[in-house]
């Protein structure tokens, strides 16, 4: 495919009713992390535009990013987060509980460094893992979670299917969003499930990014903004049903969504779908005018964060940033805060500290490396973390100056008072 294509067709229903809702300008690849600060500033820009389906109401990137330019050299890392190793251990014990087969077998699509898998093995369930992320794909498997370095393709399900048998569990998580093709991608993932199998999956939720102004998940990888209604509708085209829907916090605000194929399972009441698509309603995802509203909304979040900055600064305080997510790239993009707004930002990963900010050239540092004197100011980056970066900033770093949250909403307080 060329580097970049512009979409004329919803991913979802196919429908050529797309229409512009929401401009974010141009950023660098979010998750392109250079070793100089020249290579970091110099690289290209591509277009953050987000466009509505007036059909069925799923909303996508305009302009689609060739995915080998993203994924194969991937530097998050699932295992590095202690919120998401918790996460993907609760994860596995609630889907271990749906399945009675004995010697189960679980697929994860985007397996990243095998955390999740990790977690259903030690509840007995062979494993497999999938993903393009070829240094990550080869640690997991010395680790000894099995995993294929690869996309997951009609011949990488066959293959499973044959040398495996057929998964019990197939799980995706914030993968649904990253795939141009997603039709052959959830066809393939009914191929390879048993007729008693589940697929379980977490995406990113519309409505949250839309209430809670979480603009920052807007980025290339993520083609697609998830809301139930259209999913549903989705799934059933390619004989799976949504039989249960949960709300989830991560990143700020996901969904864990459950499908069986057609006719298999009945819905999980305490999980019913038709819960959030009337909220989905109720919030008008499917106009247009939600978005433009939402395009002030982040004006008036970068005038309050500038504010802040701007009285930190006459305080005489240094400013600092606390985290290198890949939606930090969009976050600061849009908010004006670059290598003269931050002097530099600290991070949990190895594979980050030592590279630089894409766009900006914000050197990324060791947590060690982080002043704690007063005369300092921290931009939490990684908003989503922002309760146990704090309490770790207070109680283990013995930090005692400002600290800024800026999404989702900004805020600000002192750690010494």
Known sequence: MPLTY???????????????????????????????????????????????????????????????????????????????????????????????????????????????LSAFASRGFRVQGVDPAVELAQRATEEGVPTIASYFTPEVSEWIRKTHGQADVVTANNVCAHVDNLRQLVTSVRALLKDSGIFVFEVSYLLSVVQDLLFDTVYHEHLDYHSVGPLRSFLRSVGLELVGVKRVDSHGGSIRCVAAPSGSRTIFPQWDPEELVALEATAALANPATYGDMGARIHAARAALRDLLNASRSRGEEVWGFGAPAKATTLMTQFGLDATSIQAIVDDSPLKQGRFMPGSGIRILAPSELPTNPDTAIIVLAWNFAAPIIARLRDDIGFRGTVITPLPRVRESRLGE
Not at 32 to 45: G, N, W
Not at 78 to 86: A, C, I, K, L, N
């Open 6 to 116: 512009t979409r004329t067709t919803c991913r979802l229903c196919g429908d050529n009713s797309l229409v512009e809702c929401l401009s974010l300008g141009s950023t660098a690849l979010a998750n392109s992390f250079e070793l100089t600060r020249q290579a970091s500033v110099d690289l290209d820009v591509y277009p953050l535009d987000l466009r509505l389906c007036r059909s069925c109401g799923h909303v996508q990137l305009g302009v689609v990013v060739d995915p080998d330019l993203m994924f194969p050299e991937y530097l998050y890392v699932s295992g590095t987060s202690p919120v998401f190793r918790q996460h993907f251990d609760a994860y596995a014990e609630e889907v271990s509980a749906l399945i009675s087969e004995p010697d189960p077998l679980v697929v994860d699509i985007g397996s990243n460094d095998g955390t999740l």
